[in-house]
Every structure is written in structure tokens, then in C-alpha cells.
């Protein structure tokens, strides 16, 4: 008589317990990103409008972006179950991070191209700044607690906030530019660069929902569906990496 087919081990995975513990931990990081990023993109706008700042503008829409971004993480976690949510919040996200690219490319190249020149703006130098010492706290937080939870949608959403952080770089460098040197096709190269990373972005949350299943050793490869990757862990273009 043959011996009875071997059962598969489990999937290692935090236990309910740990489960809401860390649900409760994204909630928390995602309501402060989304209270950051309004108030930064009321001021980013207001000073982009002030200065004729394509980078800044973009900025401030990219928090908007941001706020959306945060909005569809919020709205996954507030379900019973987060993961029942995971492809539309992850959908919410890419075409969020493709409308801030198609706007902000096109914004830049009509600067490049007009005679309309970008001027000093102190207001946006302190922003850039202030986010650029503010953003990779709340993105390595929630990027924590995501990963924990193999919630693809929490991590690709503190990429989001990951990529503020690189965009306050990019704006404060640009402004900076424009001020000190009279440099004013400085700000729309900066504004095409978060184009630019934006679309990266958006291309890599779009991904995000076919990669990063873990494998447990004895556990076969696509032995749950499609989603297990034979390697475990991420792939190279993940949202969740």
C-alpha cells in the first residue's frame, strides 16, 4: 500500500493578532501622509502659482497624487479582510503615478519652449527642505509594516512617499538653481526628471500585484497560483521591493 501523499507546510505569515497590529500601523502612517501632503500641496501650489514654478506645481500635484495614493491604502485597510482589496488599491496607485507624469511632462515642455521664466521662491526652498528631513520617516515606517504583512499595496504606496522624498531633492536642487544662478530652465529639467520617476513608479505599482509572494521551503513553487514566485520574495521591477 502506497504511503499517503506528503501535506504541504503552511505559508509563514504573521498570525491574526500580529495581523492588526500592523494594519493598525499602516492606518496610522497613511492618515499622517495623507494630513502632510494636503497641507503640502496647498502651499507647493500657491508658491508654484506665485513663482510661474513648473517644478513646484508639479510637486504640489504630486502630493495630491500622494493624498490618492494614501486614500486607496486607507479605504483596502478599513475592509474585514485588506488583501480582498490589494489589485484595486494597486491600480489606484499606477494610474495615479501615469496622470502626475502625462501632466507635469507636459507642463515642463511648454516652460522649456514659452517665454515665461520661473522666479526666487523662498516659500518653496523651505518646503523642499522640510520634506525632504519629514518623507523617509513615514515611507520606511508603513514600508515596514507592509512587508510584514505582504501587503503589496502598503509598500508600493511608501514608495510613493519614498519618491517625495527623491522629488524634494530634485525640486530643492532645481530652485536652488534658478536662485542663486538665474537658471530658470533649471526648474522644468526638474520637473521632467519627477516625470520621469514618476512613470518608473507607476509602471513598477502596476506590476506589483504579481510578485513578492513568499516561499516557504517544501513548499513547491506555484503551488498556491500563479502569484508565488520559484525564487521567493521580489522581482527586479516590483512595486514591493
Known amino acids: 500500500m502506497a504511503p499517503p501523499p506528503a501535506t504541504l507546510p503552511p505559508l509563514a505569515g504573521p498570525g491574526a493578532a500580529r495581523r492588526a497590529v500592523l494594519s493598525r500601523r499602516v492606518r496610522l502612517f497613511v492618515a499622517a501622509t495623507i494630513t502632510y501632503n494636503i497641507v503640502e500641496a496647498v502651499i507647493a501650489l500657491g508658491a508654484g502659482s506665485a513663482a510661474s514654478s513648473s517644478a ?49 511632462a507636459v507642463d515642463a515642455v511648454s516652460a522649456l519652449v514659452g517665454d515665461s521664466e520661473s522666479r526666487h521662491s523662498t516659500v518653496g526652498l523651505v518646503l523642499a527642505a522640510v520634506s525632504l528631513a519629514v518623507m523617509p520617516f513615514l515611507s520606511y515606517g508603513q514600508r515596514r509594516a507592509g512587508r510584514e504583512l505582504d501587503s503589496r499595496s502598503a509598500v ?68 498556491d497560483g500563479p502569484d508565488v514566485e520559484p525564487t521567493g520574495g521580489c522581482g527586479g521591477d516590483c512595486a514591493c521591493c
Do not use: M
Not at 195 to 207: C, H, N
Open 56 to 104: 513646484l506645481i508639479g510637486f504640489g500635484l504630486d502630493s495630491i497624487i500622494e493624498v490618492t495614493s494614501a486614500a486607496a491604502v486607507a479605504w483596502q485597510f478599513a475592509g474585514p479582510d485588506p488583501r480582498v482589496r490589494e489589485r484595486t488599491a494597486l491600480r489606484v496607485i499606477a494610474w495615479s503615478f501615469f496622470a502626475l507624469a502625462a501632466y507635469v
Open 156 to 223: 508600493a504606496d511608501s514608495r510613493q512617499t519614498l519618491l517625495c522624498t527623491y522629488l524634494s531633492a530634485v525640486l530643492l536642487v532645481g530652485l536652488a538653481l534658478n536662485s542663486l544662478f538665474g537658471w530658470s530652465w533649471a526648474d522644468p529639467i526638474a520637473a521632467l526628471v519627477i516625470a520621469a520617476v514618476a512613470v518608473k513608479e507607476g509602471r513598477d505599482a502596476w506590476r506589483g500585484d504579481a510578485c513578492c509572494a513568499p516561499v516557504v521551503p517544501g513548499h513547491p513553487a506555484g503551488a
